[in-house]
Nanobody
Framework: QVQLVESGGGSVQPGGSLRLSCTAS????????MGWYRQAPGKQRELVGT???????NYAASVKGRFTISRDNAKNTVYLQMNSLKPEDTAVYYC??????????WGQGTQVTVSS
């Protein structure tokens, strides 16, 4: 079955950087649009950004210019490079995979904590 496994989360000070990875299995990775979402305590899950099969990216306004999404189809992996991290970036980060019309999968999430 399809599995998405995130890694790279942790604790970092404000202004620091982290790179999250999401490795997929059980699917033809290059056929899927990939996304990153996050959910902070007491808040709804929100979109961080997406990358299409063709490599086109889209970002939430709150992270634009600080976060970068990339993918390596040879490694079945999508990345989220997070720079200039702020306390409000603290959340559980989830990877998603989408292929129209009905295929949608989630990873299990990885915690990112930004605190001094």
């Amino acid at each position: 079955q399809v599995q998405l496994v995130e890694s790279g989360g942790g604790s970092v000070q404000p202004g620091g950087s982290l790179r999250l990875s999401c490795t997929a299995s059980g699917m033809i990775f290059r056929f899927f649009d990939m996304g990153w979402y996050r959910q902070a305590p007491g808040k709804q899950r929100e979109l961080v950004g997406t990358i299409t099969t063709g490599g086109r990216t889209n970002y939430a306004a709150s992270v634009k210019g600080r976060f970068t999404i990339s993918r390596d189809n040879a490694k079945n992996t999508v990345y989220l490079q997070m720079n200039s991290l702020k306390p409000e970036d603290t959340a559980v980060y989830y990877c998603s995979a989408d292929r129209a019309p009905l295929d949608h999968y989630w990873g299990q999430g990885t915690q990112v904590t930004v605190s001094s």
